[in-house]
């Protein structure tokens, strides 16, 4: 997989265009975000056999139970391997990078956005900044 020309541009109007939108799951939520700015960036679509596959929580961990998962990072690591993204250490990943973060006992998927400091993961409204410190998992976009 590799990064289109000009991915820096179109990661910069993907941060942009999910500035006011509402979290929602099966639509804007961590996953498929993080999914739609890695297809944005690369035009390959990680989560095309996730799509539509959940309305809430309860289907999302329904869903990573069906692909033979015990939890988000496992799931994560699967699609990655199988869309052979090499798994990098967290403070290793810069900008465009995929990544793993914990907050509050959750885990949630995120995006390194453009200062290379923050990840972003969809929030109630918008995105969410995670300082380097919440990221426990990284992937090489």
């Known amino acids: 997989m590799q990064r289109r020309q000009g991915w820096e541009q179109i990661l910069d109007a993907e941060i942009r265009a999910a500035a006011g939108r509402h979290f ?4 804007f939520d961590c996953c498929l975000w993080v999914c739609d700015v ?3 960036m690369t035009g ?6 996730l799509r539509e596959g ?9 869903l990573i139970r ?3 998962c ?10 990655a391997r ?3 993204l090499e798994e990098i250490l967290p403070l290793r990943a810069g900008r465009g990078d995929v990544v793993l973060v914990k907050e509050n006992g959750r885990h949630s998927l ?5 200062d290379g400091r923050y990840a972003l993961a969809t929030a109630a409204v918008g995105l969410g900044r995670m300082p380097q410190e919440s990221w426990v998992r990284a992937w090489r976009v």
Do not use: F, H, P
């Not at 390959?44 to 056999?49: F, G, L, R």
């Not at 959940?54 to 329904?62: F, L, M, P, Q, T």
């Not at 015990?70 to 699609?79: D, G, I, T, W």
């Open 110 to 114: 995120a995006i390194v956005g453009t």
């Open 82 to 84: 199988w869309w052979a």
């Open 66 to 68: 069906k692909a033979g």
């Open 38 to 40: 890695v297809e944005a």
């Open 54 to 62: 959940y309305k809430d929580r309860n289907g999302a961990v329904r």
């Open 44 to 49: 390959v679509d990680m989560a095309a056999d």
């Open 70 to 79: 015990r939890s988000l990072s496992q799931l994560c690591a699967n699609v």
């Open 24 to 27: 929602e799951w099966g639509a």
